[in-house]
């Protein structure tokens, strides 16, 4: 085996065939993120976001051991109701694959899928970063390093605000990743617009964060961008509610460790502020997948008339 053996849709490869916009999008947010039936609206609402912006989706998973990128609607609604699911990151997939076992892909995981696919960008919720704490744990996510040797365009709400967002920025500095935020000077925290912390860099256009992805990708960088998509004002969460929250979420999850800690802290999250992060994450999910349509469709353009 020289490379590995991809489950293309229909859809997926004929837009990669044709060079035609095409977003990844993660399945953590269907088996480990949002609860059942939550979680398969909004990965049905995802995709179709991301078609009315001109791209094709593809949602990518492993699935009873084979890597899936692009998913149809009867796996979608089988993913969101299933018990027995792994969540994995990159260094999970071939232990996984092995035993032909099913996943949802964190970041981490569908960059490295995407990138093996030949898809350039990618739409999340927010990424995994340094926690709270991580002096003591070394809790560090994975999509940190990823982003640091994966050249994937990551478009996200930000880092989740249950992390250590100046340490999550100064991580990702070391890692030589860009980061951008689109409209605004500052750096998004998941739930509210602004997180204290300012961006490295703006860019206001779809066509302008198209053009930093090929001239990153001519310079030979080798890491990821990342784009940070504040999450609607509308939508957005207010700061003492949702920081208050989260700390009282964050004091429960003592003596939870690992890759168990981010999904208890969404669900107690969600529970304690009754619903409202949920309602906020999937506004902020979907809208992510609108931009990152956007930006797809304007490199697609820029590649071909090159």
Do not use: W
Request: glycine share 8%; charged share 20%; proline share 4%.
């Amino acid at each position: 085996m020289t490379k590995p053996d991809l489950k293309l849709s229909a859809d997926v490869a004929a837009a990669l065939a044709a060079g035609d916009a095409i977003v990844a999008l993660e399945s953590t947010i269907i088996t480990h993120g949002m609860p059942y039936p939550a979680n398969l609206e909004t990965a049905r609402a995802v995709e179709q976001v991301v078609r009315d912006n001109g791209a094709t989706p593809a949602t990518i998973a492993v699935i009873g051991g084979a890597i899936h990128v692009g998913l149809t609607d009867a796996q979608l609604e089988a993913l969101a109701q299933a018990k027995d699911v792994v969540k994995a990151s990159s260094r999970d997939l071939a232990a996984v694959m092995v035993r032909k076992g099913s996943a949802g892909t964190t970041v981490s995981a569908t960059m490295r899928i995407a990138e093996l696919a030949g898809i350039r960008i990618f739409a999340t919720g927010g990424v995994g970063g340094v926690h709270r704490g991580a002096e003591q744990s070394f809790d560090i996510s994975a999509d940190l390093t990823e982003l640091g040797h994966t050249g994937t365009t990551v478009v996200c709400a930000g880092v989740k605000s249950i992390l250590d967002i100046p340490k999550t920025l100064e991580f990702l500095e070391t890692q030589r990743v860009p980061i951008i935020a689109y409209g605004s000077d500052d750096f998004p925290a998941f739930f509210t617009r602004q997180s204290g912390e300012k961006a490295d860099h703006r860019l206001d256009t779809p066509e302008d964060i198209a053009m930093a992805m090929i001239a990153h990708e001519v310079l030979g960088s080798g890491t990821g961008i990342l784009i940070a998509n504040p999450i609607p004002e509308a939508d957005a969460l207010s700061p003492d509610f949702i920081d208050g929250t989260i700390a009282d979420a964050v004091a429960e999850s003592r003596g939870i460790q690992r890759k168990e800690v981010t999904p208890f802290l969404l669900a107690r999250i969600n529970e304690l502020s009754g619903g409202k992060s949920l309602t906020a994450n999937i506004a902020l999910v979907k809208n992510n997948a609108a931009l990152a349509a956007k930006v797809a469709v304007a490199h697609a353009r820029l590649k071909k008339s090159a």
